[in-house]
């Protein structure tokens, strides 16, 4: 057991595993860049520089009901393109998960060992928090904007449906990076970039269908970097309890369903030795 652990301990610091972390660094970076920063752009464009930071995809109290539903849209779009471009320049190399539940979720069915998942964790949350840094600055001392719970829903209730979300959108992770879907175990660059889409575009309808309720956070990274940098750290707890239950979820569901995959899947798929990194 000890000398299994050491195993896992040693090839979560090896060379290849580092150049994952920076992967995952890098695609966290982008992601939460696009996302945090739409919301800015959002807020800019209809409330003027000195606005308040509203919620990350809901414009301010006072703005029109037309302007709400441009904002929403905008954010939704960004945030589609933004995953789908962060999974796809780290698909070959880390998985592309940016984000922990995904992360989470891939340790729960045995694609990733624990150790390593502590280090993807890391990798993203630092990326996060340098992202809505960078976002700050670059804005001219813009208030970043944290995801929040609207004003007519519980804690509680808020977490159930951060859940929801993150269960269809892991889910759809796992189908669409299935290496049983490929030849010879090995997905070619455009099946790699139908299945980033795939996540990107399905993450975009969820924040279309559920921004103005919790944001859609969907991503403990993507609420942990703007909390951090504004200080604002209200309702953490439901961007983290929420995507972790759902992405657990999903993660079982699809061994339920689908089954684990195959030995030679997993074989031709293996980045780190014991760890079988998914695309996608």
Request: proline share 4%; charged share 10%.
């Amino acid at each position: 057991m000890a000398s299994n652990l050491l195993c896992k301990l040693k090839r979560s610091v090896s060379a290849a595993s580092l150049r994952s972390y920076l992967a995952e660094f890098i695609s966290t970076f982008f992601f939460v860049f696009a996302a945090v920063g739409s919301a800015i752009s959002a807020r800019m464009a209809t409330s003027g520089p000195g606005a308040p930071a509203p919620d990350a995809t809901t414009s301010s109290a006072g703005a029109s009901a037309a302007s709400d539903a441009a904002s929403l849209v905008a954010t939704a779009v960004a945030q589609a393109f933004g995953l789908f471009a962060a999974v796809l320049i780290a698909a070959d190399v880390s998985g592309g998960h940016a984000n922990p539940a995904v992360t989470f979720a891939f340790a729960i069915g045995g694609h990733i060992g624990v150790p390593t998942a502590v280090f993807y964790w890391a990798s993203q949350m630092l990326a996060s928090v340098f992202a809505c840094l960078v976002l700050h600055y670059i804005s001219a001392g813009q208030a970043v904007p944290t995801t929040r719970i609207n004003v007519h829903m519980t804690g509680f209730g808020a977490a159930i449906i951060e859940a929801f979300l993150t269960f269809m959108l892991v889910y759809t992770v796992h189908v669409a990076g299935d290496l049983r879907a490929a030849a010879g175990g090995k997905r070619g660059f455009a099946a790699t970039a139908l299945g980033a889409l795939a996540v990107g575009m399905v993450a975009g309808a969820l924040v279309l269908s559920a921004g103005p309720m919790t944001g859609a956070s969907m991503n403990p990274a993507r609420s942990f970097g703007p909390a951090v940098v504004s200080g604002d750290y209200k309702n953490q707890a439901v961007y983290w309890a929420g995507p972790m239950i759902g992405a657990a979820v999903a993660a079982l569901a699809h061994q339920i369903l689908v089954g684990p995959p195959d030995a030679a899947a997993a074989q031709s798929s293996s980045r780190h030795g014991n760890v079988e990194t998914v695309v996608v």
